[in-house]
Antibody, heavy 121, light 107 residues
């Protein structure tokens, strides 16, 4: 059974930093691209970032480019999101998702339960 | 970025009836469209990919159709557990983008 468990979400002040983690199990982690997707309170889904199976390729939404860094440790079956220069608009539930590995494009076939990041003074 | 627009924002349907949800893309996404279901306090669940292929374990009452810019998710006979928010997502162009969601509520 695929399991994705996010952690690291807390209340942080604007301008602060935070590192989210996602522990994966139930599949061969280093075979798959992985995603971070966020959802602001009461709002829809926003794709944030993705990383290729080997960490060699990373992509970001314009809204976080230059502030967030995605990484992975395949030896630990773990995905990370380093978040710097946080803004109030980054307040959201952050989901880790496993990519479906579809040659047509990127979407998530399994998602974690999310970790809440609140940016507030 | 491709803008995905879902309609209606809220749909009220009685259990046992059919529900039809729409998703429109601002430019063609071919058949590279996914649908997700999200219940309160839960993560999104993949229902449909490739516009019409059901994901693993998804009941046959869920069906997807369309291509290009117009897509439809149909739930043939609504069960109590189907009342949720539904999102479409295109994955044909970079970056992947989601619709704003349709809330399916009990009438």
């Amino acid at each position: 059974e695929v399991q994705l468990v996010e952690s690291g979400g807390v209340v942080v002040q604007p301008g602060g930093s935070l590192r989210l983690s996602c522990a994966a199990s139930g599949f061969t982690f280093d075979d798959y691209t992985m995603h971070w997707v966020r959802q602001a309170p009461g709002k829809g889904l926003e794709w944030v970032s993705l990383i290729s199976w080997d960490g060699g390729s990373t992509y970001y939404a314009d809204s976080v480019k230059g502030r967030f860094t995605i990484s992975r440790d395949n030896s630990k079956n773990s995905l990370y999101l380093q978040m710097n220069s946080l803004r109030t608009e980054d307040t959201a539930l952050y989901y880790c998702a496993k990519d479906a590995d579809d040659s047509s494009g990127y979407y998530g076939d399994y998602w974690g339960q999310g970790t809440l990041v609140t940016v507030s003074s | 970025e491709i803008v995905m627009t879902q309609s209606p924002a809220t749909l009220s349907v009685s259990p046992g009836e059919r529900a039809t949800l729409s998703c429109r893309a601002s430019q063609s996404v071919s058949s590279n469209l996914a649908w997700y279901q999200q219940k309160p306090g839960q993560a999104p669940r993949l229902l449909i990919y490739g516009a019409s292929t059901r994901a693993t374990g998804i009941p046959a009452r869920f069906s997807g159709s369309g291509s290009g810019t117009e897509f439809t998710l149909t739930i043939s006979s609504l069960q109590s557990e189907d009342f949720a928010v539904y999102y479409c997502q295109q994955y044909n162009n970079w970056p992947p983008s989601f619709g704003q969601g349709t809330k399916l509520e009990i009438k």
